[in-house]
């Protein structure tokens, strides 16, 4: 066997005279072992009083993976990846291309107070009637579409009792 530990530190305080611990420093290791006996024993009393706890495999129910749902932010972007803003391709003159002038046509503006247009095939019946307001200014009751066989649509505007539909005509230049 060796040297005692005691006199391995009286070998070394001996041979490097700057490792002697001095009176204001820490004690030798032999004085700090009590301490973390006692630092380790509480950790285990910690572990035996409380629960073990084992790592529990999930039960899998399903064959199909999902992945997770995780935090999903909106775009920031530095700059705008167009220079210039769109403008709307579909405006008043684009949805109403021109009034019909068939005698059908001629007949609902004169008994049904009624003006028919061919629209653009993508307008709606709400464009459509806002379409109507600005360019004739007149009101709309209802807006009836179809489109024809031949691929066009057609509208059939209903105006409100407060306007009538020969003297929009008229302003046109249907009649």
């Not at 399903?62 to 990846?81: A, D, S």
């Not at 179809?146 to 003297?167: M, S």
Request: a positive charge; hydrophobic letters at 40%.
């Amino acid at each position: 066997a060796g040297p005692s530990r005691a006199a391995t530190w009286l070998w070394i305080s001996i041979a490097q005279p700057r490792l002697v611990p001095s009176a204001d420093q820490s004690p030798p290791l032999a004085a700090m072992a009590p301490k973390t006996k006692a630092v380790s024993a509480e950790k285990v009393a910690k572990a035996v009083k409380g629960t073990v706890s084992r790592k529990v495999k999930k039960v899998r129910n399903n064959v199909h993976f999902f992945k997770p749902k995780t935090l999903m932010k909106r775009r920031e972007p530095k700059y705008p990846r167009r220079s210039v803003e769109s403008r709307q391709r579909m405006d008043k003159y684009r949805i109403i291309q021109c009034p019909v002038t068939t005698e059908s046509a001629m007949k609902k503006i004169e008994e049904i107070n009624t003006l028919v247009f061919l629209v653009d095939i993508k307008a709606t019946k709400l464009n459509i009637k806002a379409a109507v307001k600005e360019l004739y200014d007149v009101k709309c009751a209802k807006v009836n579409t179809l489109i024809r066989p031949d691929g066009k649509k057609k509208a059939y505007v209903h105006l409100t009792q407060d306007y009538d539909a020969l003297d929009v005509a008229n302003r046109i230049g249907i009649i």
